[in-house]
């Protein structure tokens, strides 16, 4: 509903005050000065709220894999070859440049990529505007004024996370003011941190945005003072990663005065500062009622096995609509169709083509997930890693995960119950989606036939899944099958922020507080990330370490480390984050320069199927750390600097 009303804002705005899409950090091209539609944007509270709806609908749009880097840029997923072409594919594979941008947010492109100085432009619009509004309230007008700038800081973030130095947009140019004025200057990344959390702070000061939505009919997706607080807590771990705290890699990247654009020496204190600011946000959210998903929250017309019921919780924290666990979801573009049809495979046999079933998980990132002890199946001494390829039939243990009697892949079995919750398979029990009357016995559930010829593989030319692993994760449990040929989906809010990021932000900013890399992390390090184990079925870090190769691996900062990052590769796997996670970390040069792996999935054989193929090599250059400023910009405005590598 509210991302109708947004859709209709944006559509009011752009034909009422703006006649072309704007662009900034040159700011050649500006707002024209149109008092009279001004005035009209501003005419009273129900134009205004048009506005601010526009000032949303130009964030990111999290739920699209040609717009959020996050989709395919690490390759964690990927189109089959005949999908390809697309941009974000392009992108993750590595064939970005500055001359046509694959994903522009710097200038902008494309109906659903804006420059998101134009965003920011509106928000400074309104910032400037909402206080003259007549018929607005004090308390109204100051949670507008805060929703601005909250959307500002985010924006400035992004920016900042994407492309590294940018040219912080503090407020709108005059359009008198000479083009000389306002070829504005790249920033020092410190000094853009500093500004981005000066905004944060005066909007946490303010204290004017509610604790939590209290109208949930109009008002779901707007900014609370949770979102506020878990933004300045990112911020802070951003600031305190390897890539922007010390980084001694771009000791040749020098401003206009000369001047490094990244500090060159290590700042401990960031990650107490960042400690403390997630703790903050961890107060606020529990005040709000923000907490993580649990099994009472799932609603089902069935007794369930336990089994069942921790994959549906954990598939449920994602889709299920505005949820407890959900501190922030995107929803002016929402998870519909054309994100979940390309993750859902066919599970009958039918006569057209319900589902497209074209993104895959790759298997670098379906290995990641832990044996069902808990800990990495290549340090698990009970799972049989190094036979993972070879087949093996379900049976009665794993009955309501694989289909007994049926062939599948040995790495398909002995899992954590989030392989089972993120990931669809050949043969892989798939419950829930398909028709309203679900078997008692949910052993008897539908399941995907993914073997060439089968109605779960090619269909169409080029709707296949590539890899054998279907995203089930972001798949609404509140989808459906009506039948074989035809479903019904249910859209929700890209979740955009949630808790259990945020505990994991706490724990890996605890942990770095520890004195050096052989130190014991503060004790309640493994509280936080324990507490989003437990919720997964799984035992606590030390206890499941126990029983590793490395059993002392949690008791250092180091051991600790590795441990934190890839719980985040696991916890929040297909939801984006591991791009800007392997970036921040400064991992992705080594984690991505790799081979793109999947099932034989052209193979009918079920020994040929369950065997390796190569779909695509990934090449990860130091310059991706940070996308290109495009080349238009760069000529509009001599004085920018272009980023290494580009």
Known sequence: ???????????????????????????????????????????????????????????????????????????EMCFNKEGQASGGMQFGLGYDNPASPRINYWGGKGDYIRSLYAGIRECNTLMENVVNVPDLSSYLRKRMFDEAKLLKAYMHFYLLSYYGPICPLRENTPVNESTRGVRVYREKVDDCFRYILQLLDEVIENNALPVDIQNRTTELGRFTMPVAYFLRAKVLVYWASPLFNGNTDYNGFIDHNG?????????????????????????????????????????????????????????????????????????????????????????????????????????????????????????????????????????????????????TAAM?????PRFYSTLGFDRGLWYGNHYSNLPDDPSQCLYPKARFGEFSSVFNPGDYNATGYFIKKLVSVNTTFRDANSVTYETYPFPDMRFADLLLFMAEALNETAADENSAPPAETYTYIDMIRTRAGLKGVVESWINSVNPSKPATKSGMREIIRRERKIELACEGHYYWDARRWKTAQREQTRLIQGWNVNASDVGEYYSVKTLYSRTFAHRDYFAPIPDDDMIKNPQLIQNPGW
């Open 1 to 75: 509903m509210y991302q109708q009303y947004m859709k209709s804002a944006i559509k009011y705005i752009i034909t009422t005050l703006f006649g072309a899409a704007v662009f900034a950090c040159n700011y050649l091209d500006v707002v024209p000065d149109n008092i009279t539609t001004i005035d009209h944007a501003f005419a009273d509270r129900y134009a205004t709220e048009k506005y601010l709806a526009s000032c949303y609908w130009a964030m990111p749009k999290s739920a699209g894999w040609n717009e959020n880097p996050g989709i395919f840029g690490a390759l």
């Open 259 to 407: 001047e490094h654009f990244f500090n060159q020496t290590y700042d401990p204190t960031r990650w107490t500062k960042a400690a403390e600011a997630c703790e903050k946000a961890i107060e606020i959210c529990r005040q709000a009622g923000i907490r993580l998903y649990g099994k009472s929250d799932v609603i089902t017309s069935k007794t369930l096995p336990d089994s069942i019921m921790t994959v549906q919780t954990l598939r449920s924290c994602i889709s299920d609509r505005w949820n407890v666990e959900l501190i922030w979801g995107n929803s002016s573009y929402s998870v519909n169709s054309g994100l979940q049809s390309p993750c859902m495979p066919r599970l009958e046999q039918g006569t057209s083509s319900s589902t497209s079933s074209t993104l895959s998980m790759t298997l670098a990132h379906v290995d990641l997930f832990y044996s069902k002890n808990g800990i990495p199946i290549e340090e698990d001494p009970n799972y049989d890693y190094s036979n993972r390829f070879n087949m093996r039939t379900g049976d009665a243990a794993h009955r309501y995960y694989i289909k007994e009697g049926e062939q």
């Open 412 to 416: 398909n079995f002995e899992r954590e």
